[in-house]
């Protein structure tokens, strides 16, 4: 398994999103053609963590920036979206 590291924008407390919307204003991200455009950062560490992703499949979480309100959220990433998001995204670090 691929080691992946921070960048980009930190954690700093911004709201959780829930099922990869916008906690703000509703904003569906990950419906969007375009979701990578608005990822702005990735952290491997956050806060709690909610029960219902495994915690072996957890790498860390994203920080978005709303498309439509301009607010910042994050959201769990998993392995496998990872490195989907990191082939297609330059910004991400990659690992050896
Ligand atoms: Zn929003």
């Known amino acids: ?5 921070s960048w980009g924008e930190m954690y700093q407390d911004q709201a959780y ?8 204003c509703g904003w ?3 419906e969007d053609s375009e979701y ?9 560490e956050l806060g709690r963590p909610p029960a219902f992703i495994g915690a072996s ?5 994203v920080i978005v920036e709303c498309k439509r309100c301009f607010q910042k959220f994050w959201c ?6 990872v ?11 990659k690992s050896e």
């Open 1 to 5: 398994m691929a080691t992946y590291r």
């Open 17 to 24: 999103a829930r099922d990869w919307q916008c906690p703000h």
């Open 28 to 30: 569906a991200w990950m």
């Open 36 to 44: 990578l455009k608005y990822v702005v950062g990735f952290a491997t």
């Open 57 to 61: 499949s957890r790498v860390g979480g």
């Open 76 to 81: 769990h990433v998993i392995e496998t979206m």
């Open 83 to 93: 490195q989907t998001m990191a082939i297609d995204d330059d910004r991400w670090p």
